[in-house]
């Protein structure tokens, strides 16, 4: 477990047990052994999965750019297909600050956009 941000906004990241996937719109979009969860100050839970296992010919990249100040500036994405698209629906922090450094290369994704599903 890796633990950063502050006394008062605690950050911790740790490996999810067994198989997470990821499902936008009935499809699955990613499937992986190797998500991490990020725990937030008073935040829900967060799956960050690798970009690895993740089908990047759905996602789309935007302009959209925030900046967290524990974990550093964020990049978003669009998922899309023929027929829908939900915007800035998945970020990433391409390169975060040192402490949370695990999540670099990992993406994640509004609850209300897909669904991330333990499967086993």
């Known amino acids: ?43 829900k839970p967060v799956a960050y999965v690798p970009r690895e296992d993740v089908d990047m010919r759905r996602l789309e990249r935007t302009e959209r750019v925030t900046t967290c100040p524990f974990k550093g500036e964020a990049n978003y994405y669009t998922i899309h297909d023929e027929e829908a698209r ?20 990992h993406l994640a994704f509004y609850p209300n956009h897909v669904e991330v599903v333990r499967i086993d």
């Open 1 to 43: 477990m890796t633990e950063a941000g502050t006394k008062d906004h605690p950050i911790t990241i740790e490996p999810i047990a067994g198989r997470v996937r990821v499902v936008w719109r009935g499809r699955t979009i990613g499937e992986t052994t190797r998500v991490l969860e990020l725990r937030e100050a008073g935040y």
């Open 86 to 105: 939900a915007d800035n629906a998945v970020w990433t922090y391409e390169h975060p600050k040192g402490d949370v450094g695990a999540i670099a290369g």
